[in-house]
Structure formats: structure tokens, C-alpha cells
């Protein structure tokens, strides 16, 4: 059964840099791309970054594009999510979830074409 685990989260100060993790497990796993969202109070979740499987093309919100960056480590079935330059904006809980192979288009993912397999997250705070 696929399953996704996210960590790394924690309070930072704006201006500050923090990596977020995306541990994925079971079958097919390495035929994932894999989407970072985050949500906030309130808000809907949003797509920040996606990675495709074979870590050959990754896309960005253009609020994040600059300061973020995502990676994935194989051997490890990890997926990285460094964020630098942080905000109060960057703040909420994120989650990473998955599609097969590819990521779409050019842009941010969206909720509906992930996978409907989510892990917990992991709270991100920005605040002074």
C-alpha cells in the first residue's frame, strides 16, 4: 500500500531556510511524481512544486519560484523540499502527495490530478 510520510517542519524565522522530506513506500513507488502542497488556516491547499519520477523536470508556484527547490534523492525514495527566503505567507501545514511519472504542464500542481494519498504534513510557521 502506497504511503507517504512528510517531516522537517518547524518555526523559522522570515528571511530564514528550512527542508522539508517526502518519504514514499510500497509498490511502484519509484514510478511517482511527487507534488509539495501546503494549506493554510482557512485556505485551500495549494500546489507549491512537483518532481517527476526520474527527477528530470521540476515545476514551481511562481510565489515560490527562486526561493524553492525541490529534489529527490532515488536510493532513498525521498523527495526534498529546500525552502529559502522564507516568508509569513510560506507559512502552513505542508503535504506531499503523488501522480504517476510525470508532473503536468509547467506550473503548480494541482489537488485533483494527485493521487489520492496523503500523509499527515508537517507545520511550517514563519513568524519573527
Known amino acids: 500500500q502506497l504511503q507517504l510520510v512528510e517531516s522537517g517542519g518547524g518555526l523559522v524565522q522570515p528571511g530564514g531556510s528550512l527542508t522539508l522530506s517526502c518519504v514514499a513506500s510500497g509498490e511502484s513507488s519509484e514510478f511517482l511524481a511527487i507534488g509539495w502542497f501546503r494549506q493554510a488556516p482557512g485556505r485551500e491547499r495549494e500546489g507549491v512544486a512537483c518532481i517527476s519520477a526520474s527527477a528530470d523536470a521540476a515545476n514551481y508556484a511562481d510565489s515560490v519560484k527562486g526561493r524553492f527547490t525541490v529534489s529527490k534523492d532515488h536510493a532513498k525514495n525521498t523527495v526534498y523540499l529546500q525552502m529559502n527566503s522564507l516568508k509569513g505567507e510560506d507559512s502552513g501545514r505542508y503535504y506531499c502527495?503523488?501522480?504517476?511519472?510525470?508532473?503536468?504542464?509547467?506550473?503548480?500542481?494541482?489537488?485533483?490530478?494527485?493521487?489520492?494519498?496523503w500523509g499527515q504534513g508537517t507545520l511550517v510557521t514563519v513568524s519573527s
Open positions: 502527495a503523488p501522480k504517476w511519472y510525470h508532473c503536468s504542464g509547467s506550473g503548480a500542481p494541482t489537488v485533483n490530478e494527485m493521487l489520492d494519498v
